[in-house]
């Protein structure tokens, strides 16, 4: 059997892995995320300044947000709950050694700092962890688009066949829920939607995704590069994908109100179960026109991608919602721990409609992208966001103990003349101040960028090196070197506040 053969039947005929140990694996970015605020804190709670070094910050950033998901997702995956409860545990303690030395409020019992601290006004600038958010479901796809291709990546995280729950699954699903977010729609002025060249431009701002997804097809061709059929298709993918949802929420949400984009997101998703359910539409997406697994024809070479389409634009528009909740004002850390109790109802409605859906209706589908894998993915990606925030109001708290820490990438408390300004989803552009310098604003300034270049090296070590049967000392080594070379490549554009984006 040929090196290609062989590479398609590893990562094809697989079932995926539980809900719960998804949920689980959700908290290991927001506790990476939190202990390196901690460390940040602990460093200027010792020396009376921010940790400047920009060699200093990308080395913290790298050993603590991107080496711990990468042996977690390979050598550490069987042990992965005891690695996040020791992550923990190691949080717990540096808070507590930030409180017994804190600066502020040292005279002051527990309940009175709690107290101000849940008054405290935050900067309202923009939502730090909707940043977070975003950046880090690139980090962790470009670590499992490699990682999947060696033995030590566990066969249950990657992508399912037709039924199943996989890590990589729902990787995909918040990448549609983290660009809804902040989409145009949602931080648009009043009446902007209605402009008659608004669409236009919107059609325009696609073609960097649509260029990347004819690359990346001419390029997998020519090089007879290994690919999963059944995933989208013989000339779809993912990038196409994204392209269209874009295109196709623009146009639905310039003829509904964008407020009601749930009411959208609900009827997508049941209009296209039904048809699932009751039409042979899901007969014809699992095995073609002829029920043996026929290509000929564009759309029968292509069924997954098309017609999954309806799901990620039902995750799209359910996002869209997220994105307007968390656009409005609030000030206080009251407000925002109230966002999280908010989510948290939410997360629990979605898995109780998520198990009634799975019991009487169907399995979550990746590859249909039914309304079970709609459910699951906003369901999930609320959790994760959830996880975030909540990490951040931590780092708040952190903050509030020591007078004047800083961390990147973290909410900062409000001054007096800004606590009326209306906060944004994402940092808007400006100068950069050297304590800014982090790995996650170095990958949001370039996420696009960062994802080609990480499905280009994907590509290249693939051509290079047989990974199904590389041992695990090769593979960690392999898999390190290619995020420092990913990482190292945005840091370097960051520290020259260089964004190449021209479009």
């Known amino acids: 059997m040929s090196q290609k053969l062989l590479k398609e039947e590893f990562i094809s005929n697989l079932n995926g892995t539980t809900l719960l140990e998804i949920s689980i694996g959700l908290t290991l970015a927001p506790l990476c995320l939190l202990s390196r605020g901690l460390l940040l804190v602990l460093y200027f709670l010792h020396h009376g300044r921010p940790l400047n070094s920009k060699s200093a910050h990308f080395f913290l950033d790298f050993s603590v947000l991107v080496v711990p998901p990468v042996f977690c997702c390979t050598v550490l995956a069987p042990i992965l709950p005891w690695v996040i409860f020791s992550i923990m545990a190691f949080c717990a303690g540096l808070l507590y050694y930030i409180y017994c030395r804190r600066t502020t409020h ?217 994105g307007l909740y968390l656009l409005k004002k609030r000030g206080s850390v009251r407000e925002w721990v109230g966002v999280i109790y908010s989510f948290v109802w939410a997360i629990l409605i979605l898995f109780l409609f998520l198990c009634a859906i799975q019991t009487y209706i169907e399995t979550v589908s990746r590859r249909m992208a039914n309304l079970s894998f709609c459910v699951w993915v906003v369901a999930h990606g609320l959790s994760l966001f959830g996880l975030f925030l909540a990490a951040d109001l931590i780092l708040v708290f952190a903050k509030l103990l020591v007078d004047g820490a800083t961390v990147p990438c973290s909410w900062n408390f409000a001054q007096s003349s800004v606590t009326n300004k209306k906060h944004d989803l994402e940092p808007q552009k400006g100068p950069m101040l050297p304590q800014s310098v982090c790995m996650v604003s170095a990958v949001n300034k370039n996420q696009l960028l960062y994802f080609l270049l990480a499905n280009v090296l994907t590509g290249l070590v693939n051509v290079m090196v047989d990974t199904i049967h590389s041992n695990a000392i090769f593979a960690m080594f392999v898999l390190h070197v290619y995020m420092l070379t990913n990482c190292l490549v945005m840091y370097i554009l960051q520290a020259k506040n260089i964004i190449l984006k021209w479009w």
């Open 106 to 322: 040292t005279k002051v019992p527990l309940q009175q700092i709690l107290s101000d601290f849940l008054s405290a006004e935050l900067e309202p600038k923009y939502v730090p962890s909707i940043t977070v958010f975003r950046v880090y479901v690139n980090v962790l796809t470009s670590i499992s688009i490699l990682a999947v291709d060696f033995p030590q990546y566990p066969r249950r995280y990657a992508k399912t066949e037709t039924y199943g729950t996989g890590v990589m699954d729902f990787g995909v699903g918040s990448f549609v829920f983290g660009n809804a977010v902040v989409c145009p729609e949602v931080r648009m002025k009043s009446g902007v939607a209605q402009s008659k060249f608004y669409l236009a431009r919107q059609f325009f701002a696609v073609w960097p995704l649509l260029l990347l997804g004819f690359g990346r097809l001419m390029s997998v061709k020519a090089v007879e590069y290994h690919e999963h059929v059944s995933e989208y298709g013989a000339h779809w993918n993912f990038f196409f994908t994204l392209a269209i949802v874009r295109m196709a929420a623009s146009l639905i949400l310039t003829l509904f109100p964008v407020h009601k984009a749930w009411i959208t997101a609900i009827t997508l998703a049941v209009v296209y179960e039904c048809f699932l359910t009751f039409t042979p539409l899901k007969m014809f997406i699992l095995h073609g026109s002829d029920g043996r697994g026929s290509r000929a024809g564009f759309l029968n070479a292509n069924r997954e991608g098309v017609f999954s389409i309806i799901g990620y634009l039902a995750i799209y528009m359910a996002s869209v919602q997220v």
